[in-house]
Every structure is written in structure tokens, then in C-alpha cells.
């Protein structure tokens, strides 16, 4: 990595840091789906979750990403929006709005959970994190060695984070 890429993640810490960890849910989310795990979904929720935060974090480092949006991924996702001045695709807001019904179905007894759950919404989850890595306002480099892409590589250092990125994933292979 370069010493212009190394103090961009040194000035950008947080949001770096995010990436990485949206990575490993998002491999988490899918090894979970693929194996029938429904529990995946929240993971997935908070994957899609730190993608948009660290994205709002590269705009505007300043922002209070905890408390103006917690975990309420619609409400990022239009966030994100209004910095970027664009209007996303709509299907990316009916799984943001899926993604915080799987969120709120952390509990059993939350009137606000999704009250059904498909291993094919894994489509659609692929596609969005897809998406959102594609505006990350990141050198190129660094698009390629922080997060999702970072992961898809076949280095070995990653370990089987690769294989559940990649496996079945009908957006990444086509």
C-alpha cells in the first residue's frame, strides 16, 4: 500500500475500519443464507448498514453516523442520497426496508420484524453491497484491498471469506 493510500485510512480510520468489518458480516450473512440460516439476514442488515455509514464517513468525516442514523438502514440509505445529490435505484430501498424488518426481528417479540425471511433475497443483497462498494469515495487501490473487493481476491490471508463472497453469488460472477 502506498504512503498516500496509508494516510487516507489513517485520516479515514473509522470508515476504513468499517469496510472491513461489512466485509466479514456480508461473508458471515452469506455463508449463513446458503446454508439456510435465516439469521443471516441480520447480518446482512448490518453489513449493508456499516457500507453506507463508512460511505457517509468518507464524504463528511465529521458526522455523527451513531446518533443521526443508528441502525435504521432506510433512513442511511436516503442519507446517503442527499450527499451524493442522486437518486438510487428503488428496488435498493425495498431491501433497505426488508433489511431493517430483519434487523428489528433481533427479538422475537418486536411488532416491527419481518414476518417472513427466503434465502433469495441473497440476490438482491448481493447486488446492493455490490452497488454500494462501486460509490465508495476511495482511491482505486484501496477499493481493492479495503472491504468486499478486498476479499474476493484469492489471497489466502482473507481466509474462507472469499468462498462465501463469491460462491452462488449470481451478481459477482456475472
Not at 456480508?26 to 448498514?49: D, H, K, T
Request: aromatic fraction near 8%.
Amino acid at each position: 500500500m502506498t504512503k498516500t493510500n496509508l494516510e487516507f485510512c489513517r485520516q479515514n480510520k473509522l470508515a476504513c475500519m468499517l469496510l472491513l468489518t461489512a466485509a466479514e458480516d456480508y461473508a458471515a450473512a452469506r455463508c449463513c443464507l446458503i446454508g439456510g440460516l435465516f439469521s443471516g439476514l441480520q447480518l446482512a442488515s448490518q453489513s449493508v448498514e456499516k457500507l453506507i455509514k463508512a460511505s457517509i464517513l468518507l464524504h463528511h468525516p465529521e458526522a455523527d453516523i451513531r446518533r443521526q442514523y443508528g441502525h435504521d438502514v432506510p433512513s442511511l440509505l436516503k442519507g446517503l442520497e442527499s450527499i451524493l445529490k442522486q437518486q438510487f435505484d428503488p428496488k435498493y430501498h425495498q431491501i433497505a426496508d426488508k433489511l431493517l424488518l430483519h434487523y428489528n426481528g433481533r427479538y422475537p417479540d418486536n411488532p416491527n420484524r419481518a414476518m417472513s425471511a427466503s434465502n433469495t433475497e441473497l440476490d438482491g443483497i448481493d447486488e446492493l453491497c455490490f452497488f454500494l462498494t462501486s460509490e465508495l469515495k476511495l482511491p482505486s487501490e484501496l477499493k481493492n484491498r479495503v472491504g468486499i473487493l478486498g476479499r474476493i481476491s484469492n489471497d489466502s490471508t482473507h481466509g474462507p471469506e472469499h468462498l462465501w463472497i463469491t460462491q452462488h453469488n449470481q451478481f459477482f460472477n456475472a
